[in-house]
């Protein structure tokens, strides 16, 4: 059982910047594949980036490459999420994912929602025009 914790919420103008974190349970974190998901009103959750378990492979959203990196630091059991030049329409809940399988780059599976089996209780972030 792995358990996720998001904390980063916050309220920034567009332009701004924001970092998100996820702290994680369990020993064996090192070799989950752990994801970033959104959710805005109305809409369906969907991918923003994910990072694999050695953080040799990273991969995002169209709508994010270039602005946010994702990294983890095993030792602390914790996964980032650093988001730049943000835009009001990255205002959304933002979920922490993870999963036991391993990644490997190119493998679209790992965008979809159904890929993942733990998951946060995720955090706000908000950004005005």
């Known amino acids: 059982q792995v358990q996720l914790v998001e904390s980063g919420e916050g309220l920034v103008q567009a332009g701004g910047s924001l970092r998100l974190s996820c702290a994680a349970s369990?020993?064996?974190?090192?070799?989950?594949?752990m994801g970033w998901f959104r959710q805005a009103p109305g809409k369906e959750r969907e991918f923003v980036a994910l990072?694999?378990?050695?953080?040799?492979?990273?991969y995002f959203a169209d709508s994010v490459k270039g602005r946010f990196t994702i990294s983890r630091d095993n030792a602390k059991n914790a996964v980032y999420l650093q988001m730049n030049s943000l835009k009001p329409e990255d205002t959304a809940v933002y979920y922490c994912a993870a999963t036991g399988r391993t990644y490997y780059s190119g493998d679209y599976r790992y965008t979809q929602k159904w890929r993942y089996d733990y998951w946060g209780q995720g955090t706000q972030v908000t950004v005005s025009s």
């Open positions: 369990g020993r064996t974190f090192s070799s989950y594949t």
């Open positions: 990072i694999s378990s050695s953080s040799g492979s990273t």
